[in-house]
């Protein structure tokens, strides 16, 4: 199995698992599902020039921005997918160990802390959010979640390999 098909197999299970914990969320922890839809919007907006928004929730929406998110979401997951892969090898896609997939996993929390979260009015690392503490720890929790997937996935890709 080459790079390419490693991280998209790994990338998609991982993202996969993350999406069963949002759902899980809800009856588990009151929490709402996560809204890709806002995802899209941001993403939508880059095309005329709008990076940063105060708020993404009261920014015009775009069309078809839930499926914009939905796609955005799956592809991030397979790049952060490849960058295991292309960190730990194919030698880790024959033999998946959890210890660099918890690693990516929690690496990959920098990309909402200073990035999305940044531009879409939420501030670095949540914190002009109204609960600051409860986002960060939703976030690092997800991207926890999202590490144990990529050692999940990976683990059942390896059923696949046969080089």
């Given amino acids: 199995m080459d790079y390419l098909a490693s991280s998209i197999i790994t990338g998609v299970g991982a993202t996969a698992v993350v999406d069963l914990w949002g759902l899980a969320r809800k ?3 009151g929490q709402p599902v996560p809204d890709y839809r806002l995802l899209g919007r941001w993403v939508g907006h880059m095309r005329h020039g709008r990076f940063r928004h105060d708020r993404i929730a009261a920014a015009a929406p775009v069309p078809d921005e839930d499926r914009i998110g939905w796609a955005v979401h799956y592809l991030t997951g397979i790049g952060f997918a490849a960058l295991l892969v292309g960190a730990a090898g194919l030698e880790w896609v024959r033999h998946p160990t959890p210890g660099p997939a918890l690693l990516t996993g929690l690496v990959t929390v920098a990309a909402p802390f200073l990035v999305m979260q940044p531009a879409m009015g939420a501030g670095i690392a949540a ?12 976030s690092l929790t997800t991207h926890a979640v999202f590490g144990a997937g990529l050692y999940l996935a990976g683990w059942l890709a390896s059923l696949w390999v046969t080089t």
């Fill in 27 to 29: 009856p588990l922890l």
């Fill in 127 to 138: 914190r002009r959010t109204p609960r600051p503490a409860a986002a960060r720890v939703q």
